[in-house]
């Protein structure tokens, strides 16, 4: 089955510097690749996705790049801010399947 | 876009008493959920997958008896924890898919057993 590895576990920046967290998967047939956000007690909210046909997409200070061939994909969040702070999971898996989470990074981010 | 409305979003309960966890996916047909259990500060780990009118398939490690999982129409899933313990006690989610790529997540339910 799929197994989703992620780093950092935690990150810590300063208002306005740019975060990036990694992830690696080993099932080559997933296609499929979520970024969620969650703080306390909430579900997870989705941030962003890339499907494996797009090598990278970017939804305003956020953006996800995506390397099939080395099966890793990475968050890149620029010019961060205070409520920018929480953790987040990226995810994988083949339409229809269970999403498979990886650890989690937990995000702060001081002003 | 697609709701999916978990209840109770907390519960309480005696050692040894079971508790039913509600899934319900509100304007469209989830003929697959799939239940999650997260542990403070750690990621969701799939416990099972529940189809509409079959057996719930069970990730490793996951009791089949302890949790059981009922997914008799198209909205709804309900997961059952039996004779619950406090290392039972966890934040549990669902997950229902609208369309092929996008997962929906409940409100989630945290679950103590005192």
């Known amino acids: 089955g799929e197994n989703v590895e992620q780093h950092p576990s935690t990150l810590s920046v300063q208002e306005g510097d740019s975060a990036v967290i990694k992830c690696t998967y080993s099932?080559?047939?997933?296609?499929?690749f979520p970024w969620y956000k969650q703080e306390l007690g909430k579900r997870p909210q989705l941030i962003i996705d890339?499907?494996?046909?797009?090598g990278e997409k970017k939804d305003q200070r956020i953006a996800v790049t995506l390397n099939k061939t080395a099966k890793h994909f990475s968050l890149h969040i620029t010019e961060t801010q205070p409520e920018d702070s929480a953790v987040y999971f990226c995810?994988?898996?083949?339409?229809?399947?269970?999403?498979?989470f990886g650890k989690g990074t937990t995000l702060s981010v001081s002003s | 876009g697609a709701v999916v409305s978990q209840h109770p979003s907390r519960v309480i309960c005696k050692s040894g008493t079971s508790v039913k966890i509600e899934c319900r996916s509100l304007?469209?047909?989830?003929?697959?959920m799939f239940w999650y259990r997260q542990f403070p500060k750690k990621s969701l780990m799939l416990m099972a997958t529940?189809?509409?009118?079959?057996?719930?398939?069970?990730e490793q490690g996951v009791e089949k008896d302890k949790f059981l999982i009922n997914h008799a129409s198209l909205t709804l899933s309900t997961l059952t924890v039996t004779s619950a313990h406090p290392e039972d006690s966890s934040f549990y989610i669902c997950?229902?898919?609208?369309?092929?790529?996008?997962?929906?997540f409940g409100q989630g339910t945290r679950l103590t057993v005192v």
């Open positions: 997950s229902a898919r609208g369309r092929p790529f996008e997962a929906f």
């Open positions: 304007d469209f047909q989830a003929t697959t």
């Open positions: 995810a994988a898996n083949q339409a229809g399947t269970a999403l498979i």
């Open positions: 890339i499907r494996s046909n797009v």
């Open positions: 529940s189809n509409e009118g079959s057996k719930a398939t069970y």
């Open positions: 099932d080559s047939a997933s296609n499929y």
